[in-house]
């Protein structure tokens, strides 16, 4: 898996554009026994990469595996190289992992590796390999050094190149992205109800819904991803018709 990692330090050395440089990751993933790359910026801008499959990219925002996504949840814990499969994860029996793995075996991606690092205020990136094998070899060796390494020369040169994009990650409904785009701009739940002309109790369950889509513990943290994630806008929203209790 070195030599794996090292190529693609070389290809960023020897590629001008993002474009290049994923096809050359396409490639050197395919030359490595892999069937699809995914890379993941989590930070003041949101970079998401891969060549999954147009179907599975769709499946994955419109099914919300944002918030319940178990490399991601990995990644973030850990925050080290690390092998996955479906098979470790079902062991924890939630129906939805299961779902989650289930229709992504459909598309070939069974198993993998995964290279993630810190990226300073709470941020993460992650470079991904996935595999259509049911295990991938565990037995591996992988310099953590090296990988974190590879992985922050890759973060810092596609969100340099192209502009970040996150719209395959998480979708929000329309009243969850007005309620956190009021909560974005300091208004309480009561005052969101009162602007927006909703139940109190509506205003909770939308953010309650946010939350859990964008994988955050908090209603800050929530319309921190939200923003970074682009599924908000910087505007004010229009209330109807409403008087701003500010």
């Not at 956190?180 to 739940?189: D, I």
Request: aromatic content about 10%; glycine content about 6%.
């Amino acid at each position: 898996m070195t030599g794996l990692l090292e190529a693609l330090s070389d290809a960023l050395e020897t590629t001008e554009t993002s474009a290049s440089f994923e096809a050359a990751l396409a490639t050197l993933t395919r030359d490595y026994g892999y069937e699809y790359y995914a890379y993941l910026g989590l930070g003041a801008k949101v970079c998401a990469r891969s060549n999954y499959p147009a179907a599975w990219k769709s499946d994955y925002m419109t099914r919300s595996y944002f918030s319940i996504d178990p490399v991601v949840t990995t990644a973030r814990e850990i925050l080290r190289p690390f092998h996955w499969s479906a098979a470790i994860y079902r062991d924890d029996q939630n129906r939805r992992i299961e779902d989650f793995f289930t229709r992504a075996a459909k598309f070939n991606i069974r198993s993998g590796l995964s290279f993630p690092i810190s990226i300073g205020l709470g941020g993460m990136a992650m470079l991904t390999v996935a595999s259509r094998h049911d295990a991938v070899t565990s037995g591996l060796e992988i310099d953590p050094v090296f990988a974190a390494a590879t992985v922050g020369h890759i973060h810092a040169q596609l969100r340099n190149r192209r502009r970040a994009n996150g719209s395959m990650l998480a979708k929000l409904k329309p009243e969850e992205a007005i309620c956190l785009t009021w909560y974005a701009q300091g208004k309480s739940f009561r005052d969101i109800a009162t602007i927006e002309g909703m139940k109190y109790s509506n205003v909770c369950f939308h953010m309650s819904n946010a939350r859990k889509k964008l994988n955050a513990s908090t209603s800050a943290q929530a319309a921190v991803h939200a923003t970074r994630l682009k599924l908000i806008e910087g505007c004010r929203p229009v209330a109807n018709n409403r008087p701003d209790p500010s």
